[in-house]
Nanobody, 120 residues
């Protein structure tokens, strides 16, 4: 089982990036998939979740109306479209998949991080 997070990079303030979380060895349609960010020296924080089990979507207040989570079943991939990026969004972003709880519970599989840097 593997989750591959990608799409990070350097972007100017107010710019956009799309992160991808591609899965192999599991069907994301059977899981809830979360995106997290982690600032240096801080714990990971959940910012968005797509629950393919019950169809619910969650956004943290800090990203609501700027970020959009979506899934492509054919590609077994979940995306995080990030718009209007701010310097405060600079962080390492992780995706994760879980099945036994909810978006606010535990996750079974984690991808490696992808670094997003927002700077002019």
């Amino acid at each position: 089982v593997q989750l591959q997070a990608s799409g990070g990079g350097l972007v100017q303030p107010e710019g956009s990036l799309r992160l991808s979380c591609a899965a192999s060895g599991l069907n994301l349609d059977d899981y809830y998939i979360g995106w997290f960010h982690q600032f240096p020296g801080k714990q990971r924080e959940a910012i968005s979740c797509l629950n393919n089990i019950n169809g619910k979507i969650y956004y943290a207040d800090s990203v609501k109306d700027r970020f959009t989570i979506s899934g492509d079943s054919a590609k077994n991939t979940v995306y995080l479209q990030m718009n209007s990026l701010k310097s405060g969004d600079t962080a390492t972003y992780f995706c994760a998949a879980g099945k036994g709880g909810s978006c606010f519970g535990t996750y079974d599989y984690w991808g490696q991080g992808t670094l997003v840097t927002v700077s002019s």
